[in-house]
Every structure is written in structure tokens, then in C-alpha cells.
């Protein structure tokens, strides 16, 4: 809700990051939502006007890097390793 909206990547593209991530807590993303989560972070990145844009991804693709077991427990197991999200109506989900 920040965005200047100048630039389409920027006002859509964030957008549809954040849709794909509350459905990644809510266990309800498909495989193929964690490949498109990555392709519209490297859209952002190289295409918005400005720093907020480009930067807007840096958070998703460094969880991605770096805790994607998370990123797939959610996916494919419907389940939260950190006990945090709520998925199947259950805190953690289905561990």
C-alpha cells in the first residue's frame, strides 16, 4: 500500500507477492505458486523505476534461499516447522 503506483511491476507485482505468501501461511499454495513467487521477484527487481520496487523482493528471495524446508513444509506437507501459521485450522497445521 506504499507504492507510488507509477510503475506497473511495483503496484501489481507486490501484490501478487503478497497473495502467493497468505497463501503459503494458510497451506493452501500449490508447488507452483514458489516458482512464480520467484519469477516475480526477479521481475520487480529488473524492472521497477525505483528502490522500492527493487528491493521489495529482496526479503522473499532470501527467505527462499535460505529457508525453502520452511517454504515446502508449508506447500507440500500443509504443515508450519515454527509452529507459527495456522493451516487446517490448527496453529503449526498438520505436524
Known amino acids: 500500500d506504499e507504492s507510488c503506483g507509477k510503475c506497473i511491476p511495483c503496484r501489481a507485482g507486490t501484490v501478487q507477492m503478497n497473495d502467493i505468501l497468505r497463501r503459503i501461511t494458510k497451506g493452501e499454495a500449490s508447488p507452483n505458486d514458489l516458482d512464480t513467487l520467484e519469477q516475480l521477484a526477479c521481475l520487480l527487481r529488473e524492472t521497477s523505476l525505483c528502490g522500492l ?3 521489495a ?3 522473499v528471495t532470501s527467505t527462499l534461499r535460505y529457508f525453502r524446508a520452511e517454504y515446502d513444509a508449508h506447500v ?3 504443515r508450519c516447522p515454527a ?3 495456522t493451516i487446517d485450522g490448527q496453529k ?3 505436524q
Do not use: L, V, Y
Open 83 to 85: 509452529g507459527h501459521c
Open 92 to 94: 503449526g497445521g498438520g
Open 53 to 55: 520496487g527493487q528491493g
Open 57 to 59: 523482493p529482496n526479503p
Open 76 to 78: 507440500r506437507d500443509h
